[in-house]
C-alpha cells in the first residue's frame, strides 16, 4: 500500500489542499483505489490547527472533503512510512533531507512531478485569490504529474516489500 506525504510550512494551506485533491485523483484509479494513502504535515505546523478558511472553502467549491483535518508537524514516523514525499517549496525539501537522511532519496518538490523545479507560493495571510490561484496551481501540477506520483510512489513500496 503505498504512502504519500505531501509537505509545507504550518500544514494549514498547501498541504491539506493537495492531500484532498490527489487523495480524490487516486481513488479515481482502477482497482487500487483503497490501496493508496495520502496524508500531510508541516515543517512548523500549527499542530491542531484546521486548514485555513479560504482553503476549506476552495475544497468545498471543488467538492473535495475537509473533514477533521487538523495539522501535524512532521515526524520520523511520517517519514519513514512515506514512499513519496511531496514538498512545496525548496526550503521544505532540503530541510527534511537533512534532518531525515535515510528517507532523503523519496523527498521532491511537486514541481518535480511536471519536470520542473520550483517552489509553490504560500498564499497564507492573503486575499481569496491568492488561494484560488494557489488551488489551480496544485490542480495542475497533480493533473499532469500523477503518472509519475504513482510510478515513484509504486516503485518504493514494492521495495519496502
Same mark, same amino acid.
Given at each position: 500500500?503505498?504512502?504519500?506525504?505531501?509537505?509545507?510550512?504550518?500544514? +494549514?494551506?498547501?498541504?491539506?489542499?493537495?492531500? =484532498?485533491? #490527489?487523495?480524490?485523483?487516486?481513488? &479515481?484509479?482502477?482497482? *487500487? @483505489?483503497?490501496?493508496?494513502?495520502?496524508?500531510?504535515?508541516?515543517?512548523?505546523?500549527?499542530?491542531?490547527?484546521?486548514?485555513?478558511?479560504?482553503?476549506?472553502?476552495?475544497?468545498?467549491?471543488?467538492?473535495?472533503?475537509?473533514?477533521?483535518?487538523?495539522?501535524?508537524? +512532521?515526524?520520523?514516523?511520517?517519514?519513514?512510512? =512515506?514512499? #513519496?514525499?511531496?514538498?512545496?517549496? &525548496?526550503?521544505?525539501? *532540503? @530541510?527534511?533531507?537533512?534532518?531525515?537522511?535515510?528517507?532523503?532519496?523519496?523527498?521532491?518538490?511537486?514541481?518535480?512531478?511536471?519536470?520542473?523545479?520550483?517552489?509553490?507560493?504560500?498564499?497564507?495571510?492573503?486575499?481569496?485569490?491568492?488561494?484560488?490561484?494557489?488551488?489551480?496551481?496544485?490542480?495542475?501540477?497533480?493533473?499532469?504529474? #500523477?503518472?509519475?506520483?504513482?510510478?515513484?510512489?509504486?516503485?518504493? @513500496?514494492?521495495?519496502?516489500?
Amino acid at each position: 500500500m503505498p504512502t504519500i506525504l505531501i509537505v509545507c510550512t504550518a500544514n +494549514i494551506c498547501r498541504s491539506p489542499v493537495a492531500e =484532498a485533491l #490527489l487523495r480524490r485523483q487516486l481513488t &479515481a484509479l482502477p482497482i *487500487e @483505489a483503497e490501496s493508496w494513502t495520502v496524508v500531510s504535515a508541516g515543517t512548523w505546523a500549527l499542530v491542531g490547527r484546521p486548514p485555513a478558511l479560504y482553503s476549506q472553502e476552495m475544497m468545498r467549491e471543488h467538492g473535495l472533503e475537509v473533514g477533521d483535518k487538523r495539522a501535524q508537524m +512532521i515526524t520520523s514516523g511520517l517519514m519513514q512510512q =512515506a514512499d #513519496l514525499v511531496l514538498c512545496m517549496e &525548496a526550503g521544505h525539501a *532540503e @530541510a527534511l533531507r537533512v534532518e531525515f537522511p535515510a528517507d532523503a532519496t523519496k523527498v521532491y518538490l511537486l514541481s518535480e512531478m511536471v519536470g520542473l523545479k520550483y517552489s509553490i507560493s504560500d498564499p497564507y495571510g492573503g486575499p481569496r485569490e491568492g488561494y484560488a490561484a494557489m488551488f489551480r496551481e496544485l490542480s495542475r501540477l497533480l493533473d499532469e504529474g #500523477l503518472p509519475r506520483i504513482v510510478a515513484l510512489a509504486r516503485a518504493q @513500496a514494492a521495495r519496502r516489500s
